[in-house]
């Protein structure tokens, strides 16, 4: 348990959460790979293309070069693909593919520090396309996430407009913490990946989710508590009478990340196929 309920006289205080492999089990977009592979924004050739750094990342492994080399890679292959599109994708998917991923601890979490009066910020290097209509259905009260530029013509221009990741989040924390009012040394935050240090130094009370096995050992030498989230359910089976909101999700930018997800999938199906029995 987490205490008592804050004390609203003092500074405000807020929990901020990474999403993937900390609030939900996978990867935010590559849940959507399938959606997208079927629909056919992404080829054989533009998968095999980005396979090998895809692949890395999913086994939990990329480090900060791999990730900014992934970063270039995806953002010049969702070019020119309509926004509009993607939305209607991902729309008639995001509540069937991402409700039952969601860890019961992460959400039992999220109502803890809702109830001691905090403030609840999911905090992704995701679209924010795809980071608010989960947001929402956590009922995170804000969201930081990357936001891609989409041009007059409604499609991807390839460009990246906010890139939340790495540094990026701990200065977006800061600012936050400026606008709203927020006592970091009396914040929480959570996630799984060494790349977040910078969010994680930024509180008082850092926690390590799944940790990978660098963050891990910082956890470790810092005397970070390290939390092991494995029941993912269902919220409508966790809390009597929920509904999924019924308004569309505008998740173009989750297309970004899925393209690269499905393309470690088609290189380990080829390379297992290609490997002697």
């Known amino acids: 348990m987490l205490g008592v309920v804050e004390n609203h006289s003092l500074p405000r205080t807020a929990a901020f959460f990474d999403l993937d492999k900390t609030v939900i089990a996978k990867s935010s977009t590559l849940t959507f790979s399938k959606s997208f592979y079927q629909g056919g924004l992404i ?42 599109q993607v939305k209607e994708i991902v729309a008639e998917t995001l ?13 039992s979490l999220i109502e803890e520090h809702h109830t001691a009066g905090r403030d609840v910020v999911i905090v992704s290097t995701s679209g924010v396309e795809v980071v608010e209509p989960i947001g ?24 990246v407009e906010y890139y939340a990741y790495g540094p990026t989040k701990g200065e977006a924390i800061k600012e936050l913490a400026l606008s709203e009012g927020y006592d970091l040394e009396r914040c929480y935050a959570y996630s799984d990946s060494v790349t ?8 008082g009370h850092p926690h390590a989710v799944n940790p990978d096995r ?20 269902r919220l409508k089976q966790r809390i009597p009478g929920f509904s999924v909101p019924p308004r569309p999700a505008l998740v173009a930018a989750a297309a970004i990340g899925a393209a690269a997800a ?16």
């Open 43 to 84: 080829n054989r050739r533009t998968a095999l293309r980005t396979a090998y750094a895809q692949f890395v990342f999913l086994l939990g492994g990329a480090d900060h070069d791999q990730m900014e080399r992934m970063r270039e890679q995806i953002s010049g292959m969702c070019r020119g693909w309509n926004v509009q």
């Open 95 to 107: 509540h069937d593919l991402i409700d039952p991923i969601i860890y019961d601890e992460a959400a």
């Open 136 to 159: 929402e259905l956590l009922g995170a009260d804000r969201v930081v996430a990357t936001r891609m530029v989409v041009g007059d013509d409604g499609c991807f221009t390839g460009e």
């Open 196 to 203: 977040d240090l910078p969010m994680l130094q930024s509180v």
């Open 214 to 233: 660098a963050l891990r050992r910082e956890a470790l030498a810092r005397g970070w508590p390290i939390l092991d989230f494995h029941r993912p359910v």
């Open 262 to 277: 499905t393309a470690g999938l088609v290189w380990y199906a080829n390379r297992r196929r290609a490997m002697p029995l």
